[in-house]
């Protein structure tokens, strides 16, 4: 019976070293077959790939074992959202095309079971980093968008690979959970809820996984990462828990 929601960010494929970008392919392609006897819609929610742009007829080589399995769980009928992440906000029509998947710009709001889900990303939130924040405005303009499809694909993706062997995924940093009163998406979903109610906040992109109660009947899950963590979020249809994959 189709009836759990599985949630998941943040796995960096492409990131460098390769070898290690291989060996968590092969760890989310098995946990993909472990939720897909009972996964009703699976929500990736942002920096599934370490860089993604699409071309009008090339798109980045690899990743073939996970998108296979995701074209099979589409097959089976599990929907499948796609959320925009800083590594890979350039998706364009590809992966609805062939996966028949929702592709999600920015925050997507939910009712389901008579609660509210507020999901995003979570990059670009909260207050401070202005130089993100304008940065990210410029890369997903369409003339950032124009003028990088003008490039090769061998130079505008060697140069994209070459940027993010700088990044915290690259690297193997190990976040610290810095306290409630630091924690920028935390400050985001309590101002938030000071407008309206929410049941659920989902973010990813801090690369650490927490489950929070913010107040009575709200709770804000960061759903971690694949480098360390392997952790992701369930919904049974009655409660929503965050998870450690171990196969």
């Not at 099979?72 to 996966?99: P, R």
């Not at 592709?103 to 202005?130: A, C, Q, S, W």
């Not at 709770?219 to 409660?239: F, P, S, V």
């Amino acid at each position: 019976m189709r009836d759990k929601i599985y949630f998941a960010s943040d796995f960096h494929l492409g990131v460098t070293p390769k070898a290690a970008s291989l060996e968590r392919e092969r760890r989310l392609v098995a946990w993909l077959d472990h939720i897909k006897p009972d996964a009703k819609a699976l929500f990736l929610v942002g920096d599934i790939f370490d860089f993604w742009f699409e071309y009008s007829t090339v798109v980045p080589k690899g990743f073939i074992r996970f998108l296979g399995k995701l074209a099979e769980l589409a097959d089976l009928g599990v929907e499948i959202t796609l959320f925009k992440g800083n590594h890979d906000m350039w998706m364009f029509g590809y992966l609805k095309e062939q996966l028949n998947a929702n592709i999600v710009e920015n925050e997507m709001i939910l009712d389901i079971n008579d609660k509210r889900f507020y999901i995003h990303h979570g990059d670009g939130l909260g207050p401070g980093d202005t130089k993100y924040k304008f940065l990210k405005a410029f890369f997903r303009s369409r003339v950032c968008q124009w003028l990088f499809a003008r490039l090769h694909p061998n130079l505008g993706i060697g140069i994209a690979q070459k940027w993010s062997s700088h990044s915290r995924a690259a690297n193997l940093d190990e976040e610290r959970f810095l306290g409630e009163d630091r924690e920028w998406l935390i400050q985001y979903a309590k101002e938030l809820l000071q407008q309206e109610h929410f049941d659920y906040f989902i973010f990813g992109h801090r690369h650490l996984p927490y489950d929070i109660e913010l107040r009575e009947n709200s709770r804000i899950i960061n759903l971690g990462e694949w480098m360390h963590t392997c952790t992701y979020a369930i919904w049974d249809g009655k409660q929503l828990e965050l998870k450690k994959w171990t196969p």
